[in-house]
C-alpha cells in the first residue's frame, strides 16, 4: 500500500537537530563517530511508502504533521502482532544522518519503547541503521543514523527508510509515532559521487564473491578469466600464498610456516585487539605487620608514578574512621600515616567521602560525607573540602563550607574527577544533606555538575539538578542528577563520562558525555549501542544500573571499565531479589560497544558461604578464588601496570549487619597474544595433516599425534584434552580410510591368512601404543566424533566399496573433493584472523540464492 506525496513540515526544530534533553534545558549534541562529517544537513523531503496497518483515524500520513497537543495526529498499527512497519521514500536518494521522533504533549502507552530503522535503495533490501527506544515523555528525541558502509569506506546512500516498531510502552497496546522528521543530503551535486563509489563498491564486492565462488568450486578457468578482464582481485598476494600451500599443493609445513610469519609481521593483531580481555584475580596478603582494618564506604587514591595507593577513612560497622593509609606497590606493604587525622588538623572520621590525586601537585583532595539524620543540624551540616599534602605529609582545610564559596552543599554518594591539564576538580550528583525534618515526607535534594579551580581557588556550578528551582530559567543548563553513578574523565578526549545511577526508585541506565570545552553533553548508548552494523538480534547488553557499579578509564585505550557488584535493595521494595553475582564491563570509546568479560553468579550469601576459602571476602568459583559480591568497596586503577586494586567493602549479609570487609584484591586483564594465537593455528593445521594422514597410514598417523599434535595441546585444559582424545580416536575408525589408500591397493578383496594376522597384530600394537600417548583404560572405548563437521560442505562420510571402474572414479573424486573441502574450510577459518581488507569477502554467492 502506498499514499499520496507529502513532505515535512514542522517548525519543532532546526537543521542542526539540537535538541531538549528529558532531563534539563541542555541541548543535546549527537556524539562524535567514526562517520564522515557533512558538508551540509538539512531536512529531507519523503513520502509514506507502505505500511503493515493502521487503525482507523490513525492514518501513516499522520507522521508527516507535528501535532504534540492533537492525541489523533499518529500512525497507530492496527495490532501489535509482529511484523509491524512504515516505510518512507525520499524524494530522491540521499545520504541520511538524523531521525527525529515527536510526541505527544505527555507520556503515552503507545509510544514506541523499542524499534529497528532499517534503509536502502531497494525496500526489499535493507540493512540496519539504528536499534533503539524512546523514553516515555513529551521531549523530541534525535538519533543518529548509521550512514556508511560497513567497512567505513564509503557514505551509504538510502531511498527507502523502514521503521519497526518492536515494543511499546504497555505491552498490551499498539505501537504509535506521532511525528518522523529525517535530516542528511540528498542534493545531486552531493550525492552523486556518493551514490556512483557506491555503485563501484558493490560492483567490486560482487566480483569478489564470484571469484570466491569459483575458486572454491574448482572453476580456475572461469576464475582466471573474471580476475583477467577485471582487474579484480580476490585477496592480498600474502593470503593467495597461503591458499596456494595449504589448498592446492597440501603443503602443510610450508603453510605453517607462512601463517607464523604473518603473525610476526602483526598480520593478527586487529583480531587480537578485538578479542575480550582474559581476567584474573589475586588477592593481596602483604608483609605488612599492620595494614588497614575493615571498613565500607572508604576512599582510594592511586599516584601511579610513585606506585603508591592512598586509603582514607570508611565505616567499620560501628563508627566513622579517620585514618589515613598509604600502600607501596613495590614493597607490598601498609604504612599508618595518621590514626586520627583531625588531631593534626584533618578531617573529621567520615564515610561516603570522595578523595581524587593530583598527580602535579602531589596533593589529595577530599569532598563530602554521610551524616546520620540524628546528627543533621545546622551548625554540624557543613561542606569542609581539605587537601593532603603527600610530599609534607600534613592536612590543610581549603574550605569550612564550600556552599558559601560557589561549590557544592554538604553531599554523599558524589563522584570526583580531575582534569590535571586545566588544574580543575569537577563534582557531579549526589544527595544533598539537610537539616533533619520532623515531617519524613521531605523530597530529597541531589546535587548538580561543580567546576573547582585549583590555582585560583575558585568553585562554579556549570549546570543545576533538573529539579532546582532555576532550572526553568531559559539561561541556566540543568541534568537530571542522581546517586549510585560512575564518573570518569578523558584526558585527551576532555570529556566526562557518567554512567548509570538512581534517582529515587528510577535506575538510570544512560551513558553521558559532557564536553568541559564546549560543555556539550550527549547521550553515548542511545546513539550507538545498536548502531547500523550490529547484530538485529543482540539483546541489550550492559551493566545494570541497579548494581552497585565503579568506574576506572585508560585513556590510552580509550575504554571505561566497570566492576558491578551486590544490589543494594534496601528500601526498595519495588525491586526484586536476585542472587548475588559479579561481572566486569569495558566500553570501548573507539566501537562504542560493551563487552562483559566475566559473569559469575554467587549462591545465596551468608557467614558460611564466605567463609568457604577460610578467607572473609572471599569465594571460591570453579576452583578459582575472586571477591565476594559486595558493595560500599572501593576500586583504583594503575593506568602504568594496567591492573585494577579492590579493598573491602560491605557484603550485604542481613544476619550480620555490622560485617565489613578487609580484603585487598588485584584484577589483571589481559587480550590473548600472539604465541596463543600462533599455537592454535598450528593445532588446526596439524590436525588436518593429521586427519589426511590417518586414511592413508595410520602407523605414521599415530607417530604425527603424539610428537606434532601433542606439543601444541594445554594438557591441563580439559576442553583441548577432550579434543585430543577425539582426534585420537579416528584411528580405530575403520571407514575413515579413504579411497585413495583403498583404490591404491591392487589386490583382490579377500586377504591371505597371514595379512589378517599381520593387520591384527598391528591393531593390537597401535592400541596400546595410543593408550600410553592418551592416558586411557582402553582406546577403544574413545569418542568417535569429529571436531569438525562437514555436514555444512554437503559432502557425505558414508563410502561404500568400489566394485566396478565407474565406481572407481567416482570414489577417487568425491575424496578429492572431500579433502580439498576440508583444507578451504580451515583456510577460511585462518583468513578470518587476517585484517579484512587483505581477505576474501566473508560472505558466499550461495548465500543468495534462495531456492
Wanted: some cysteine; proline content about 4%.
Amino acid at each position: 500500500m502506498s499514499s499520496s506525496t507529502s513532505t515535512t513540515s514542522s517548525p519543532t526544530d532546526s537543521s542542526n537537530g539540537s535538541l531538549a534533553i528529558s532531563y534539563g534545558a541542555l541541548p543535546l549534541v549527537p556524539g562524535a563517530n567514526s562517520q564522515k562529517p557533512f558538508t551540509l544537513s538539512e531536512r529531507l523531503s519523503f513520502e509514506i511508502h507502505r505500511y503493515s496497518s493502521y487503525s482507523p483515524n490513525y492514518l501513516p500520513e499522520n507522521v508527516l504533521v507535528d501535532c504534540p497537543n492533537d492525541q489523533t495526529s499518529r500512525w497507530s498499527a492496527y495490532t501489535n502482532s509482529p511484523p509491524q512497519f512504515l516505510t518512507l521514500k525520499l524524494k530522491r536518494p540521499a545520504i541520511v544522518k538524523k531521525i527525529k521522533f515527536g510526541k505527544f504533549e505527555k507520556s503515552h502507552v503507545c509510544n514506541i519503547k523499542k524499534f529497528r530503522v532499517f534503509g536502502g535503495l531497494e525496500d526489499e533490501h535493507m540493512v540496519l541503521l539504528l536499534e533503539a527506544g524512546l523514553k516515555n515523555d513529551n521531549i523530541p528525541e534525535v538519533f543518529n543514523l548509521r550512514c556508511m558502509t560497513e567497512d567505513g569506506s564509503e557514505n551509504l546512500p538510502i531511498l527507502y527508510l523502514k521503521i519497526v516498531p518492536l515494543l511499546s510502552w504497555s505491552p498490551s497496546f499498539n505501537f504509535s509515532i506521532w511525528y518522523i522528521e529525517l535530516h542528511g543530503q540528498d542534493d545531486p551535486m552531493y550525492t552523486s559521487a556518493r551514490m556512483k563509489n557506491y555503485n563501484m563498491l558493490r560492483e567490486t564486492e560482487i566480483i569478489k564473491l564470484c571469484l570466491k565462488h569459483f575458486r572454491q568450486q574448482g572453476y580456475m578457468e572461469a576464475f582466471g578469466a573474471l580476475q583477467e578482464q577485471t582487474n579484480v582481485r580476490l585477496e592480498h598476494p600474502l593470503i593467495s600464498e597461503l591458499h596456494k600451500y595449504l589448498v592446492v599443493q597440501g603443503n602443510f609445513e610450508r603453510a605453517e610456516e607462512f601463517v607464523a610469519e604473518c603473525i610476526e609481521d602483526g598480520l593478527m593483531d586487529e583480531y587480537l585487539h578485538k578479542q575480550d580481555y582474559k581476567h584474573s584475580w589475586h588477592m593481596k596478603n602483604t608483609e605488612s605487620d599492620v595494614k588497614p582494618g575493615n571498613r565500607g564506604g572508604h576512599q582510594l587514591a592511586v599516584d601511579t608514578k610513585k606506585r603508591l595507593i592512598y586509603l582514607y577513612g570508611g565505616w567499620d560497622g560501628y563508627q566513622d574512621l579517620s585514618d589515613l593509609w598509604v600502600f607501596n606497590i613495590e614493597l607490598d606493604e601498609w604504612t599508618l600515616l595518621c590514626d586520627r587525622s583531625e588531631l593534626i588538623k584533618g578531617p573529621t572520621p567520615r564515610s561516603c567521602h570522595k578523595m581524587i590525586f593530583d598527580p602535579i601537585s602531589e596533593n589529595i583532595f577530599m569532598l563530602g560525607r554521610y551524616l546520620d539524620n540524628s546528627i543533621r543540624t545546622s551548625d554540624y551540616i557543613k561542606s569542609d573540602f581539605y587537601l593532603y599534602d603527600t610530599r609534607s605529609n600534613g592536612w590543610m582545610q581549603i574550605c569550612d563550607d564550600t556552599s558559601q564559596v560557589g561549590g557544592p552543599h554538604l553531599v554523599y554518594d558524589h563522584q570526583m574527577c580531575i582534569d590535571t591539564d586545566k588544574r580543575t576538580i569537577y563534582i557531579f550528583g549526589g544527595k544533598i544533606l539537610t537539616p533533619r525534618s520532623a515531617t519524613s515526607s521531605v523530597e530529597p535534594e541531589y546535587s548538580g555538575l561543580f567546576s573547582y579551580h585549583i590555582a585560583t581557588d575558585t568553585w562554579t556550578q556549570i549546570l543545576v539538578d533538573c529539579h532546582h528551582a532555576s532550572a526553568a530559567q531559559t539561561d541556566i543548563m540543568s541534568i537530571k542528577s542522581r546517586i549510585t553513578h560512575c564518573m570518569v574523565f578523558h584526558n585527551k578526549q576532555r570529556k566526562l563520562y557518567i554512567y548509570g545511577g538512581q534517582r529515587g526508585k528510577e535506575d538510570l541506565d544512560e551513558l553521558l558525555t559532557y564536553d568541559v570545552d564546549t560543555q556539550a553533553i550527549s547521550v553515548l548508548n542511545k546513539e550507538h549501542s545498536h548502531h547500523g552494523n550490529t547484530s538485529t538480534s543482540e539483546a541489550k547488553f550492559e551493566p545494570s544500573s541497579g548494581y552497585t557499579l565503579r568506574a576506572t578509564i585508560d585513556c590510552d585505550r580509550d575504554e571505561i571499565y566497570i566492576f558491578s557488584s551486590l544490589n543494594k535493595i534496601k528500601d526498595r521494595r519495588d525491586v526484586h531479589h536476585v542472587e548475588p553475582s559479579n561481572s566486569f564491563w569495558v566500553y570501548s570509546l573507539r566501537t562504542h560497544k560493551w563487552s562483559r568479560i566475566y559473569y559469575c553468579r554467587h549462591s545465596t550469601q551468608d557467614i558460611n558461604s564466605i567463609n568457604r576459602a577460610n578467607v572473609l571476602g572471599t569465594t571460591k568459583i570453579d576452583g578459582c578464588l575472586e571477591p565476594c559480591p559486595r558493595y560500599a568497596h572501593q576500586m583504583v586503577y594503575d593506568e602504568l601496570a594496567k591492573t585494577h586494586y579492590l579493598f573491602g567493602g560491605n557484603p550485604g549479609i542481613s544476619q550480620y549487619q555490622q560485617l565489613r570487609l578487609d580484603d585487598f584484591w588485584l584484577l589483571n586483564l589481559e587480550k590473548p597474544k600472539r604465541e596463543e594465537i600462533l599455537k592454535h593455528c598450528r593445532y588446526l593445521i596439524r590436525k588436518l595433516r593429521y586427519e589426511e594422514m590417518v586414511r592413508i597410514e595410520p602407523l605414521k598417523a599415530m607417530q604425527y599425534l603424539r610428537h606434532h599434535i601433542s606439543e601444541v595441546i594445554d594438557h591441563t585444559d580439559a576442553e583441548q584434552l577432550n579434543n585430543f582424545h577425539k582426534l585420537a580416536s579416528l584411528l580405530f575408525k575403520p571407514h575413515e580410510i579413504s579411497h585413495d589408500a583403498t583404490l591404491s591397493q591392487k589386490t583382490t578383496p579377500e586377504k591371505c591368512p597371514e595379512t589378517e594376522r599381520f593387520d591384527e597384530a598391528s591393531d593390537e600394537i597401535l592400541k596400546a601404543e595410543m593408550t600410553e600417548v592418551i592416558g586411557l583404560v582402553t582406546a577403544e572405548n574413545m569418542s568417535i566424533e569429529s571436531n569438525e563437521s562437514l555436514a555444512t560442505s554437503g559432502i557425505s562420510e558414508t563410502a561404500s566399496s568400489p566394485s566396478n571402474s565407474s565406481c572407481t572414479k567416482r570414489a577417487r573424486t568425491e575424496s578429492s573433493c572431500e579433502k580439498q573441502n576440508r583444507r578451504a574450510f580451515l583456510f577460511n577459518k585462518l583468513v578470518q584472523l587476517m585484517p579484512a581488507s587483505m581477505v576474501q569477502p566473508e560472505r558466499n554467492l550461495s548465500d543468495f540464492v534462495v531456492i
